[in-house]
Nanobody, 123 residues
Framework: QVTLEESGGGSVQTGGSLRLSCKLS????????LAWFRQASGKEREFVAA?????TLTYNEDPRFAISKDIAAKAAYLQMNNLKPEDTAIYYC???????????????????WGQGTQVTVSS
């Protein structure tokens, strides 16, 4: 069992920045990857970025965003710059266990999810 808790969301104006945090607890020694997803109101949950828990590889959909991790702290982060109103959503972190899944953009390969943190970008 892995528990994830997101924080760092809030309201910013267009062009602003936020740094989201994902704090992990529980059985983290079986993790292979962590990802950030987001879900806007009325839309499906979509992939934002992923990072291998072992190693340095990252996978990112948008160059304005950067994913990172601190294994010792059992935490991961999503730095978001130059935010736009269309980035408004609830942001979730999630983890892969057992093996790395190359279909990392799909929600089904993630075993545990956080409750999410709201990001609102106003124009």
């Amino acid at each position: 069992q892995v528990t994830l808790e997101e924080s760092g969301g809030g309201s910013v104006q267009t062009g602003g920045s936020l740094r989201l945090s994902c704090k992990l607890s529980g059985r983290t020694n079986s993790l292979y990857g962590l990802a950030w997803f987001r879900q806007a109101s009325g839309k499906e949950r979509e992939f934002v970025a992923a990072i291998r828990w072992i190693g340095t590889l990252t996978y990112n959909e948008d160059p304005r965003f950067a994913i990172s991790k601190d294994i010792a702290a059992k935490a991961a982060y999503l730095q978001m710059n130059n935010l736009k109103p269309e980035d408004t959503a609830i942001y979730y972190c999630a983890v892969q266990e057992g093996q790395w899944h190359w279909n990392y953009r799909e929600v089904d390969v993630y075993s545990f999810w956080g409750q999410g943190t709201q990001v609102t970008v106003s124009s």
